[in-house]
């Protein structure tokens, strides 16, 4: 017996059902890798949404702004004097005059008709604390001056975080559902291309969970290469994207190679994704398999 025969009876005794050859479609492969990075830019995209809002929350929630009729010298300086002493202040700096005449222009025009307040930003120091009652003290100081805190923006941020989520946990269980469906028809094929010897198989004494496992396992290993390589393709697209989210978020590391953002990439989670993706594989082609044996008669 040459070394070819006795290489080619090794793989059949690993392999009676000829898997290889009848689930060797490489279609699969592509689909799954396609689903995959799919999947990985989702997830990622909605944990990046979930970060931005956390930190514009963060900021809104800190953010507080006193408007001071009259704009005097003197009562500018009384209401700084009073929010400076303040433990719950970190800091408050009067906006520009031309600042504000260049942010009311697009409404007010060039000359507005109404005097303008004077404003102050003002950020805390403890995002618990009393708004009311630092614009109360504000006013003792200063009679007509108006603090407002930002709560309905971060009403609407956590909205929009919420709404993000949520429209990613949809395309993730669409993304999962169209992978079983995908799995399920190329086990389908693998079955009818191989329905006498599973039958010999089956009579010969062989149990469902042996035949099914069989299938399982191919397809699980067909789908964690498909995952592995949409994984590998998630990379580039991810430095792209931390990329262009940096001006709207903290400064994006570029120690690594090239100036890469490496920081920034998912590791963890891109390794979990060819694992779901085998699970998915395997769980499915169990299913189908155990379905189709249940029906013989």
Do not use: C
């Not at 392999?15 to 999947?39: F, K, T, V």
């Not at 697009?106 to 008709?113: F, I, N, S, V, Y």
């Amino acid at each position: 017996m040459t070394r070819a025969e006795r290489a080619r009876r090794r793989a059949g005794a690993r392999d009676p059902l000829g898997l290889r050859r009848a689930m060797s479609d490489r279609l699969l492969q592509a689909l799954i890798a396609a689903m995959a990075l799919l999947a990985a830019l989702t997830f990622a995209g909605a944990r990046a949404a979930d970060g931005f809002a956390e930190r514009w929350r963060s900021g809104a929630e800190s953010a507080v702004t006193v408007q001071v009729p009259e704009p005097s010298l003197t009562r500018m300086a009384l209401a700084l004097g009073v929010l400076s002493v303040m433990p719950e202040v970190a800091e408050a700096n009067p906006v520009d005059g031309e600042r504000m005449a260049e942010l009311l222009r697009p409404w007010l025009g060039d000359q507005p008709a109404l005097p303008l307040p004077g404003v102050i930003e003002v950020r805390l120091r403890d995002l618990n604390a009393d708004v009311a009652l630092i614009g109360d003290r504000v006013a003792e100081a200063v009679p007509g001056a108006v603090t407002e805190a930002h709560g309905v923006w971060v009403a609407r941020l956590a909205a929009l975080a919420r709404g993000v989520r949520g429209m990613a946990l949809a395309a993730l269980a669409l993304v999962v559902l169209i992978a079983v469906a995908v799995v399920a028809v190329a086990v389908r094929t693998g079955i009818a291309a191989r329905q006498e010897s599973v039958l010999v198989l089956h009579q010969l004494g062989a149990t469902g969970s042996e035949i099914a496992g069989r299938f399982a396992r191919r397809a699980a290993a067909l789908a964690f290469g498909g995952g592995a390589a949409g994984a590998a393709l998630a990379v580039p697209a991810f430095f792209v994207l931390a990329r262009l989210a940096q001006p709207f978020g903290d400064a994006v590391p570029t120690e690594g190679l090239g100036g890469l953002p490496w920081d920034r990439v998912p590791w963890i989670d891109l390794a979990l994704v060819p694992l779901a993706a085998a699970a998915i594989g395997w769980l499915t082609a169990q299913a189908v398999v155990r379905r189709w044996l249940a029906r013989l008669p």
